[in-house]
Each structure stands twice: as C-alpha cells, then as structure tokens.
C-alpha cells in the first residue's frame, strides 16, 4: 500500500529560527510527485512547495526548500526565519505519474513562539 | 476571481437524511477531486472526475455518490449519511486531467464541516 509518513504530530520554534518537518513515503514507483501544503486555521489548504521526483534539485519557495532524499523515500521541509504566520498543520503528499489520486500524511501542527 | 466554491461551508444534520455539498470552479479545469480530512488521518480522495461524464472511485467511497455533468460542477452527494461521515471534507480541482495529477497544482476549496447526528 501507498503510504506517507509524519513521524512528528506537533513541532513548535521560537520566530525567526529555523524548523525541519519531516515526511517519508512508501512506493515502488520512480515517476512521482511531492508536496508540502499548508493549511492555517481558516482551513485552507495552500500548495507550499511541489518537487518533481526525477529532478534531483531540491525545490525552493523564498524561505520554504527541501530535502528531497529518493533512495532514502525521504522529503522534508525547511522553513527558514519563521514568522508568526506560518503556524500551520502542514501536510506531505504524493501523487504518481501513472495515477490520479494523491496520497497525504497525517500532518504536523506547527506551533510558532513569538 | 479564480477560485472553487464549496457550499454549504457547515452543515448539521440527522442519520439518514440525504444531503448534496456542491462544489464548483471558475477555472476551466477538467480534473476535480473530493476528499475528507479526519484528525490523525489527514486527507483521503472520496472520487475524483478526470472530465464531463468521467468519475471514479478514490481510497473511500462507500457511502458517497458524485456526478459531473458540467464541466465546472462536482456534487458530492450522501444518499443515507450517517454519524461516520461526520468529516471535514475539500473539492479540489486542476487543469488537466489527461496529465499526471502532480504536473498541474490543485486548487482546494474552503472545506464543508459536516456533522451527522
């Protein structure tokens, strides 16, 4: 079965430092497609990062990158000078060249100190 | 404005009353997709529509119906709801459903809390 990984429910960081937000996957498939989405308490689901699994150039977006470890199923997220707004739950997700459904994590609460 | 519109934005209702979330976009996409997001479990795809008068099942569709007559429009429908649908639920759409769905991004809805008692 398909499957993403949050292994971290709730991560907190003082503003302004720097957090990592982990996230693996599970698929015998080589062509697919990650995502980082955010969604604030309005509840709305934002499309923070994307990253193209042939593309071994980790994908940047201002303060958000990632680490994008094929081999490894590995795909976390950067976020660089945390500010106030990006507390968030974000979610990871995959989706497969040869599929239209998209497979998400259970998500991580971010909480940012002031 | 580009947007999906979802509506109602909350509903309560009672076991068994049939019920219809409409969802609709302004972008011309052909893909749309329904999910629904339940604490610990994140998102999972309900149906998704490549195109007019093309849907299919996604991880769970028991309980749910969908039709997709118009290009713009994705019902979701509950015939029979009952208190284990009670759910946070999204319509997404994206531009093209002959490709990848990761090619294009999807765009997501404001959500429907729906709560049956």
């Known amino acids: 079965a398909q499957t993403v990984t949050q292994s971290q429910p709730e991560m907190s960081v003082q503003e302004a430092e720097t957090v990592t937000l982990s996230c693996t996957y599970d698929?015998?498939?080589?062509?697919?497609?990650l995502f980082w989405y955010k969604q604030p308490p309005s509840r709305q689901m934002i499309l923070v990062i994307r990253q193209e699994a042939y593309k071994q150039q980790n994908a940047t977006e201002n303060r958000f990158s990632v680490n994008f470890q094929k081999a490894a199923k590995s795909f976390s997220l950067k976020i660089s000078d945390s500010q106030l707004g990006d507390a968030a739950m974000y979610f990871c997700a995959y989706s497969l060249d040869s599929n239209y459904q998209l497979i998400w994590g259970a998500g991580t609460k971010l909480i940012i100190k002031p | 404005e580009a947007q999906v519109t979802q509506n109602p934005r909350y509903l309560i209702t009672v076991t068994g009353k049939k019920l219809t979330v409409t969802c609709s976009q302004n972008?011309?996409?052909?893909?749309m997709s329904w999910y629904r997001q339940d604490p610990g479990l994140g998102l999972r795809q309900i149906y998704y529509s490549m195109n007019v008068e093309a849907t299919d099942k996604g991880d769970v569709p028991e309980g749910y119906k969908v039709s997709r007559k118009e290009k713009r429009n994705f019902p979701l429908i509950l015939e029979s709801p009952s208190p284990n649908q009670t759910s946070l639920y999204f319509c997404?759409?994206?531009?093209?459903?002959?490709?990848?769905?990761?090619?294009?991004?999807?765009?997501f809805g404001p959500g429907t809390r729906l709560t049956v008692l």
């Open positions: 997404a759409s994206s531009l093209s459903g002959r490709r990848a769905l990761g090619y294009n991004e999807q765009f």
């Open positions: 972008m011309n996409h052909e893909y």
């Open positions: 698929t015998s498939e080589s062509d697919y497609y």
